[in-house]
């Protein structure tokens, strides 16, 4: 097989002007819609809706013929060349049939999916499922433009297949992985996990970070801070600030100094701690300063590359609080309606067009000074990257600015963002000047005492002018920042207007953020960018991560989910390996390997001696279920333990849930002892004298609430059996209302909580209840309702009051109980331009504009969450359609052999 095998005709393409009609398929409605409308009569633009087929996903789709092969549960024959089963998904059945119609009707195909391995991929299976007998082209394009269009069409070429087997040996991979790996969790961890080829990995990388957070230990140090006063009266500024660095000859610890640990790393620096810092500084009063040494340099900054797909989702993480999946959706809608180039990319480079077209918008918005007489170029220094594109940039052969796009939201901030920074690319340095000033003095104790200061201008911005970047930790000083100090030489003589005893304390390892992490992967070589966003998806929807603001924190599940990973199978989540299977896969697409003997090496092992996938979940006997889930805590006998219904500490037998929202290095020793401190699950509240039953009160997974004990089954008789566990008497149960407390409840409480359901009476011959339901409480009678303003009003309506209630007409939606105040005012959306408040919901705390609602998710809090977090749940929600209807007629797959690609 060769790169360039021929698909159908050679012959070039018509251009639109002969006679004929051309079927032209892409992948999305919307990129259908875009290219219709430049491509006109003799065209019929239809889209594929994604992939057409795949390999099965459940027993139901595996073709008859195929059910009873060893193999078919993988959708992979490992054992003759790894030859995969593909079926048309059942969703796409309707759509292959239209696309097969109209493939009647024209004379010749062109296959416009994207130009990468997933849109090769598409375009091969378009031609394997339609079977065309009309010549076929593959037409491509990185922005949809009437130009670019039009100059595709008359420009094919043929289908890659390299590109074809690089995908599928990746898709097999994954396959293989997930569905040999995941089975072990289910068994020995909880049911219903999944383990990926790099979701694992990056769940590895958060879970490090979390045990590096764990084992950190803080150390303080103290220093002083001085403002120093010229005393020159003309000076501006006259005063600026300085901070101790040496004490005779000695540097004073800095938090760089101290290990994870935090002991000292070396012991040639002097650490004051508060009494040592607080003395000195009184050793210091009224003594006079002078300048020792003054440094200055040119600062230069150089314009940012345009964008790649992972500096996009680093950059609009952090500007525009979107998460990397959401950046992608937008980027997408962007594209396919034509505003910027294809944002699937590892290139940043400009074509000639582009850079003309980025040079002139910052000449006519900034200036002919601002832009350099030659064209900037940039070289990508990610390594083996993927098939050459262009960087992400604003479409089009003249950029426009993104007030004259007409686009709004979201759609507008992004391409905003995009047009900065491919202007800002062709743009001059931004110059100025570093200052670095050294302070001295003597205390009254004879020791000779160093302050340093440094300072930054700017004389031109040059490119700060249009985009200044991000950065993931807020201390960072900007780019455009500034830090002026006075004019000063060496010898000057300064007086200290304060000097301050500071505190400080190391801090561990930060979490990583969506941007951070997307970053670490790339830098690691691991993935590739265009799965970034659907792998940190996958992480969060599993329940492996959860974030609090934005941070990504990983759950005990996790924590126990690569436990086993590392023990057991610890080449596939190593860092190494993961990112040298991507080589493969490059070098596949590269014509430098073939796929067969990588899935081989990979599924059965090599020849010198390395273990391959199939050997290792084999033998699954020496993992030991417990031990994989168990994590003592230091300086302690209680261990955490993972349960199939979450975390729960453990102490010679007594157990004690831990809150779903605990972050991992949050479970001190302290924290520990603490929560068996409080008030056990069972709190035994008295005996009901109705029935002699034990009530207690106990603290669930779902909250607090009451239940009777119920007297053991007696042993059976001989030759009987016992009773059927859904037969055996349930116990009365019911949840604390949320005014109620767990170590305050009583039994005269718990007894009424018990009686829910509560017959109230009877009213037009039927009987009313009281009761609490997920929408709130509520009165029923027969098949009619009423909400009910409290909880508390189920143990006390009576059947008067509830014949009233009924008399009213019933209220609909939110509207059945006045509004309640917000519980938190956040500010303006910055997509909607409304205000954002927090409000409690029937299903918990939310988020609203007043047109969007998003719920809370998983470490978010009332308290805690920000604007920024607020306005990514909101539109991550207005992203999300509503879900389509499923077909309710099963059908069968198709059991046909899947064809060879040739």
């Known amino acids: 097989m060769t790169a360039d095998s021929e698909v159908g005709s050679s012959v070039p393409a018509n251009n639109g002007n002969a006679g004929g009609t051309r079927l032209v398929i892409v992948e999305s409605p ?154 072990v969790l289910w068994k020995k961890v909880k049911p219903r996990l999944s383990a990926g080829r790099v979701q694992s990995v990056a769940t590895r990388l958060v879970v490090e970070r979390e045990r590096e957070r764990m084992a950190f230990t803080a150390a303080n140090y103290w220093d002083l801070q001085a403002l120093f006063d010229t005393g020159r009266a003309g000076d501006d500024p006259r005063t600026f600030s300085a901070t101790l660095t040496g004490v005779d000859g000695k540097r004073v610890a800095q938090g760089r100094d101290f290990a994870s640990t935090g002991r000292l790393k070396g012991s040639d620096v002097l650490h004051l701690d508060e009494a040592a810092a607080t003395a000195l500084a009184a050793r210091l009063e009224g003594v006079s300063y002078a300048v020792r040494s003054v440094e200055r340099k040119p600062y230069t900054r150089k314009p940012y590359a345009p964008f790649r797909t992972t500096t996009l989702q680093q950059e609009a993480s952090r500007k525009l609080g979107f998460s990397a999946k959401y950046t992608m959706q937008v980027a997408q809608r962007l594209y396919e309606n034509g505003y910027i180039t294809y944002m699937r990319t590892d290139s940043i480079t400009l074509s000639e067009t582009a850079v003309a077209a980025a040079r002139n918008q910052a000449v006519k918005l900034y200036g002919s000074a601002y832009v350099p007489d030659k064209p900037r170029a940039y070289t990508s220094k990610v390594k083996n990257a993927q098939e050459a594109h262009e960087a992400i940039r604003p479409s089009g052969e003249e950029f426009r600015t993104p007030g004259e796009t007409g686009l709004s939201g979201d759609m507008f901030r992004l391409y905003e963002l995009i047009w900065q920074r491919t202007v800002a690319s062709q743009m001059k340095d931004a110059v100025g000047e570093s ?20 300072g930054r201008t700017i004389t031109f911005h040059g490119f700060l002018k249009a985009y200044v970047e991000g950065a993931d930790d807020p201390s960072t000083d900007r780019d455009d920042s500034e830090k002026r100090l006075p004019t000063l030489a060496e010898g000057d003589r300064l007086t200290a207007a304060e000097l301050t005893a500071l505190g400080h304390s190391t801090k561990p390892p930060a979490r990583y953020t969506e941007a951070s992490l997307v970053k670490e992967l790339e830098d690691r070589e691991i993935g590739r960018p265009s799965t970034y966003a659907s792998i940190i998806g996958t992480i969060l929807d599993r329940g492996y991560v959860f974030k609090k603001g934005t941070a990504l924190v990983p759950s005990f599940l996790a924590f126990a989910v690569v436990n086993l990973l590392e023990q057991h199978f610890g080449n596939l989540v190593d860092y190494d390996f993961t990112a040298e299977m991507e080589k493969v896969l490059d070098d596949i697409a590269n014509d430098r390997a073939e796929r067969v003997p990588e899935l081989r090496r990979f599924y059965f092992g090599g020849g010198d001696g390395d273990e391959g996938l199939k050997e290792m979940v084999t033998d699954l006997g020496e993992i030991d279920a417990k031990e994989i889930s168990s ?89 009987k059996k016992r009773t059927k566990k859904v037969d055996a008497p349930k116990p009365r149960t019911s949840s604390l209302f949320k005014s109620m407390d767990l170590d305050t409840i009583t039994l005269e409480q718990a007894l009424k909580l018990l009686q829910l359901p509560r017959v109230v009476g009877e009213l037009d011959g039927e009987e009313v209840t009281a009761q609490n339901g997920k929408f709130g409480p509520y009165i029923k009678k027969g098949t009619d309702s009423r909400s009910l303003t409290s909880e508390e009003d189920l143990l006390t309506i009576t059947i008067e009051q509830a014949k009233e209630l009924f008399a009213q007409p019933k209220a609909r939606g939110r509207g059945r109980a006045a509004a309640a105040p917000p519980l938190r005012e956040l500010g303006e959306d910055p997509n909607s331009k409304k205000p954002v408040v927090v409000k409690e919901g029937r299903f918990g705390p939310y988020v609203t504009d007043g047109e969007t609602n998003a719920s809370l998710r998983k470490g978010d809090t009332v308290e805690d969450i920000t604007l920024e977090r607020a306005a990514e749940l909101l539109a991550e929600r207005r992203e999300r359609a509503p879900a389509p209807k499923r077909a309710t007629t099963r059908t069968r797959a198709t059991t046909k052999k899947p064809a060879a690609k040739s």
């Open 435 to 454: 200052v670095s000033v050294k302070v001295g003095g003597t205390s009254s104790a004879q020791e000779a005492v160093e302050f340093s200061a440094t």
């Open 631 to 719: 994590f003592p805590i230091r300086g302690t006998d209680i261990v955490i333990r993972v349960g199939r219904y979450g975390p729960y500490l453990d102490r010679d037998g007594a157990r004690v849930n831990i809150p779903e929202d605990m972050a991992p290095d949050e479970l001190t020793a302290e924290k520990a002892e603490e929560l068996f401190s409080r008030p056990s699950g069972d709190r035994e509240l008295g005996v009901d004298p109705a029935t002699g039953r034990r009530i207690v009160a106990k603290d669930g997974r779902y909250g607090p609430y009451v239940t009777e004990i119920l007297p053991e089954e007696p042993a059976p008789a001989d030759g």
């Open 30 to 183: 919307a990129k259908a819609k875009t290219i219709a409308g430049y491509l006109g009569r003799g065209y019929i633009v239809e889209s594929s809706i994604g992939h057409i087929r795949d390999l099965p996903e459940k027993a139901d789709d595996i073709p008859e013929k195929y059910k009873n092969e060893a193999w078919a549960r993988l959708g992979v024959n490992v054992d003759h060349e790894f030859e995969p089963l593909y079926v048309v998904n059942p969703d796409k059945k309707s759509q292959v049939s239209k696309l097969k119609q109209l493939l009647k009707e024209a004379d010749e195909l062109y296959l416009a999916t994207d130009e990468d391995r997933e849109g090769e991929a598409i375009a091969w299976h378009l031609r394997e499922v339609l079977k065309p007998k009309i010549p076929v082209h593959r037409m491509v394009f990185h922005e949809i433009t009437p130009h670019a269009i039009r100059d595709a069409v008359s420009n094919p070429r043929q289908l890659n297949l390299r590109l074809v087997d690089a995908q599928e040996t990746r898709r097999i991979l994954d396959r293989l992985y997930g569905y040999e790996v995941s089975p």
